[in-house]
């Protein structure tokens, strides 16, 4: 079996910041995504909604392939690659029992505010990544007012939030797994095979909890789901093979903004006092971030301004010996 060719993955501020600009972009298209999904339930199910994000979004990432060639979708570590997209899947259902049980569309994103915490964490010891300590202290930021969000006796301490807390270990470990697999897999690959995962998930599902009904208007929300879906991992999986898992984390906290706006739009659904508080505690953990990321961005083009005489003078010596 021939051994994959890998792709070194780098860590500086400029591949950081368009890291970052996709992951933000890709975040925006998952809100919209998941506003469509939870305006579907109570018609599709939960078998209905995985089947239908599945197909959908697979289909989407196909055509997306289908230009720069099919074999893009082919993946080089089959194991890694089944093992994320069932991970994946496993999230996703939970996050769709707990709107299911009545949890708002910004209240779930507060929660979701714990993968960063657990994401920065989990890659050192399965990226090897380096822990700045300022992407630390930002991310210890974040959790304190994930802490704020969800703490016992609080407005989002019930069942609901508790099932979509779960899944917050598994979002974490598909993050970590998608910067892993950037070494070997096209974004395409990734995206193809993580909603694809969602179609034996439900068609699992639908032997217990069948689908109450297929109206049209579900059906096109659900297709709706699936084209964000399908675009937004592409993109995710494009920004995670630029940046590390440190520099990108914090940006989960961005979902509070965008699940805010659909959730109020769709739904009249407002984040309760506790999301808010916490809310701004977060946001201010991954501003700051990104103002570092910004300022290594211009360090590093200064020293490259810096390094290029030397680097002439180094070149025209080499060529001056070469001529005695």
Not at 149 to 164: F, K, Q, S
């Amino acid at each position: 079996m021939p051994i994959p060719v890998r792709r070194v993955l780098h860590d500086t501020g400029a591949d950081n910041v368009r890291g970052i600009g996709l992951v933000c972009g890709a975040y925006l298209l998952m809100a919209l995504g998941d506003g469509s999904v939870k305006w579907a339930l109570p018609a599709i199910g939960l078998a209905g909604a995985m089947i239908g994000r599945g197909v959908f979004g697979a289909a989407t990432v196909a055509a997306l392939a289908g230009a720069r060639g099919w074999g893009r979708l082919r993946p080089v570590r089959w194991g890694l690659v089944a093992l994320r997209s069932a991970v994946h899947s496993t999230s996703s259902l939970l996050y769709y029992l707990g709107w299911q049980l009545g949890l708002t569309l910004p209240d779930s994103y507060a929660i979701n505010f714990s993968a960063p915490l657990l994401m920065t964490a989990l890659a050192v010891p399965l990226l090897h990544e380096r822990l700045h300590w300022r992407r630390a202290a930002s991310t210890a930021l974040g959790f304190a007012g994930v802490l704020v969000m969800v703490r016992p006796g609080g407005e989002l301490w019930n069942m609901a939030a508790l099932v979509t807390l779960a899944s917050i270990p598994l979002l974490a470990v598909s993050r970590n797994l998608t910067r892993l697999l950037a070494t070997t897999e096209t974004p395409e690959c990734l995206s193809f095979w993580l909603l694809a995962a969602h179609v034996p998930a439900g068609l699992l599902l639908w032997a217990v909890l069948p689908i109450p009904s297929l109206p049209w208007l579900a059906v096109a929300a659900v297709a709706a789901l699936g084209l964000a879906n399908g675009v937004a991992h592409w993109l995710h999986s494009r920004a995670f093979a630029l940046a590390p898992v440190g520099a990108l984390a914090p940006y989960e906290y961005t979902s509070l903004l965008w699940g805010g706006v659909v959730g109020w739009v769709a739904f009249r659904e407002l984040p309760s006092r506790d999301a808010l508080l916490g809310a701004a505690i977060v946001a201010a953990a991954g501003l700051y971030n990104l103002h570092r990321e910004q300022v290594r961005k211009r360090e590093e083009a200064r020293l490259g301004q810096l390094a290029a005489p030397e680097a002439v003078a180094a070149a025209a010596a080499m060529v001056h010996r070469g001529r005695e």
